[in-house]
């Protein structure tokens, strides 16, 4: 069999601190239930600036510009930290502010529902066109409005748009009377596709890659765009490809909550493989909801708020080319309608079936990629350290197993896991945050086997009570193509010919 | 313990007798688990939900407790529990269940 490869890796963060207060549903949920709450009051105390968030070392290794392996060497907690790099961009992709992305947000709105006030819109405009990825683009960014005319679109129904605190812009509902297109959902629909066309850019200016040569795009946030008749019609994936300027590519949009990028992952790749397409790309922007989720806990440890980034990521799946890490299609696990939701199924359907198949050991993957939610984030918020519970249950399994002995489970979760680093954005840290360090782990460096895993939480839609999950195994290109191992059509011919002549001159020896 | 399930645990206890209920706790640490025991027995300490300042003082248990692995089949609890057993910090989890039910629990 001819894998497919992942071709290229793009990550971008959004510091987005006034949406944390406005659309971070812990807070909206807070002020209806409890507006004169001490949480509401204490937040502006501990929003981290745009500079802090940029030095954050989990930040960092997000972009690039450190790897994982790099945070066993700080103690955490990791906010008050200084890493080795600061910069705004990195090896996969970048960390922007948010004025900028408000611009981004206008950029991608093709309804004029994004409003901007004139002053503040001269000023990010001026700031994107000294952005490598879209200086273009912002020359044409059409001229913002008069503050009064935003004031009332916000009094009437707009979602607005605040930086430090002040209203600079809203999001208009797109119908009078249609639910699924108040402001409330239009403005979480253009942060995911911004957030997911910032990815995608930075997946092809960081890849090399030539954007009219994908032909395909599978979008694979959590969010619905549609109106009161199909309310998940679509398609956020058609949306950024036409913002990114892939004009050959349609797309579509996978849902399967916080799983859905590895499901993406493996459907891209049987795209591929079966020669339907030759480039995909599986993308997703963020979701402005999750901000600030686990703020009260933060803010009573007397810490910042962490979850004040919006994530976004862009793949690109392609045909074997010999040298990247080739996915196997073969060995992927999946948590079944029969499964059952006892942890100990959950990783034998996920991790040990696929193993089992290939006649691999638990030891046999050097690093499995899981839910790779920052531990910063979820220990002072009371939900442990997911990563690591993970790589625990993956080690028992192995005990039970007999792959390795009890005393050597600690070690397992060392050698063979990571330390979380990415925000706790659902989709965003599941498994596909390490693909771009496995492009080199599995290339220049020592690795030979990757597994990466996904996993949802589907009883929040009140559809099932069933849990998912889909994991598939990467590994180190074998450096062959399908025809070296092939005999030719010619060679074959020729023995046949042969054969058939010794039978022949058999047959006249015989007469 | 969130807030729908405070309301089916209140709801139970209204319906069938807080002496006939028992809660099984199912947390992964000791203190999302003594949270959760609490909140049946003494009453929801983050005052957000059904249970605040309401004090059924039921029997509450974690699933790594040795009464529940003593109430139940063998085989089952193995195969269903018998990971987790090793990834927990079970001693943790267990003093926090006791202390709270020495505390709070009424029956």
């Not at chain 1, 480039?279 to 999750?290: D, E, F, L, R, Y």
């Not at chain 2, 987790?84 to 020495?102: A, F, H, K, Q």
Request: proline share 4%; charged share 25%; hydrophobic share 40%.
């Amino acid at each position: 069999m001819t894998f497919p490869v992942i071709k290229g890796a793009g990550y971008a963060l959004v510091h987005t601190p006034d949406m944390i207060i406005h659309n971070g549903t812990t807070q909206t949920t807070e002020r209806i239930i409890n507006p004169e709450s001490e949480y509401l009051k204490k937040i502006n105390n501990h929003l981290r600036s745009y500079e802090e968030v940029v030095k954050y070392i989990p930040n960092q290794v997000y972009i690039g510009n450190m790897k994982p392996s790099d945070l066993e060497g700080y103690e955490m907690p990791w906010f008050d930290k200084v890493g080795k790099t600061d910069e705004r961009f990195g090896k996969f992709g970048e960390i922007m502010p948010q004025d900028e992305f408000t611009g981004l947000m206008k950029m991608s709105d093709v309804f004029d529902l994004v409003l901007l006030e004139k002053d503040y819109n001269d000023a990010v405009k001026a700031k994107l066109m000294v952005h490598p990825l879209f200086k273009e683009e912002a020359a044409s960014m059409k001229d913002g409005v008069e503050i009064e005319e935003i004031e009332k679109a916000v009094a009437d129904h707009a979602e607005g748009l605040y930086n430090n605190g002040t209203l600079i812009g809203c999001v208009k509902r797109a119908h009078d009377v249609d639910s699924n297109l108040t402001a409330h959902i239009l403005f979480e629909n253009l942060v995911v596709k911004a957030s997911g066309v910032l990815a995608f850019n930075n997946l092809i200016e960081k890849n090399n890659i030539n954007v009219e040569d994908i032909d395909y795009v599978i979008e694979c946030s959590e969010e619905a765009c549609g109106d009161m008749n199909q309310r998940g019609g679509g398609n956020f994936a058609k949306a950024i490809a036409e913002s990114c300027n892939a004009v050959n590519a349609t797309g579509s949009d996978t849902r399967g909550f916080c799983a859905a990028p590895i499901h993406a992952l493996v459907q891209a790749s049987a795209l591929v493989q079966a020669g339907v397409y030759k480039n995909v790309v599986i993308a997703a922007g963020g979701a402005s909801a999750k901000l600030g989720m686990n703020g009260k806990d933060h803010v009573k440890k007397e810490m910042p708020i962490l979850e004040d980034v919006l994530g976004g990521f862009a793949i690109l799946i392609s045909e074997n080319d010999g040298v990247n890490p080739q996915i196997r299609t073969d060995l992927v696990g999946r948590h079944t309608v029969g499964t059952g939701s006892s942890p100990q199924a959950v990783i034998t359907a996920l991790i040990t079936d696929p193993l089992d198949k290939a006649g691999l050991k638990i030891t046999d993957i050097d690093k499995y990629s899981v839910e790779m939610q920052n531990p910063d984030i979820t220990k002072p918020a009371g939900a442990g350290n997911v990563p690591e519970s993970n790589y625990k249950m993956i080690g028992a399994l192995g005990v039970k197993r007999k792959d390795i002995e009890r005393k050597e489970l600690l070690n397992f979760v060392k050698k063979h896991g990571m330390n979380g680093w990415a925000p706790t954005q659902g989709h965003i840290p599941s498994g596909v945050p390490y693909l771009g360090f496995a492009m080199e782990d599995l290339t220049a460096g020592d690795f030979n086997k990757a597994m990466i895993v996904g996993k949802g939480s589907l009883f929040l839609g009140r559809m099932t009570n069933l849990f998912d999950g889909v994991s598939v195994i990467l590994e180190r290109n074998s450096g062959k193509t399908e025809e070296e191992n092939t005999v030719s059509k010619e060679v074959v011919k020729n023995m046949i010919a042969e054969a058939m002549r010794g039978f022949a001159s058999q047959m006249l020896g015989e007469e | 313990m969130d807030l729908e399930n405070q309301k089916r645990v209140k709801d139970f206890a209204d319906k069938y007798g807080a002496e006939n209920l028992v809660v099984i706790v199912g947390a992964s640490e000791g203190e999302a688990a003594g949270l959760a025991a609490e909140t049946v027995t003494a009453g929801d300490p983050t005052f957000a939900g059904p249970l605040t300042g309401v004090q059924l003082g039921l029997k509450a248990y974690h699933v790594v407790e040795p009464e529940f692995k003593a109430a139940v089949n063998e085989e089952v609890y193995e195969e269903q529990i018998g990971m987790m057993e090793m990834v927990l910090d079970t001693d943790d989890i267990i003093s926090e269940m006791v202390s709270i039910r020495n505390e709070f629990c009424k029956f």
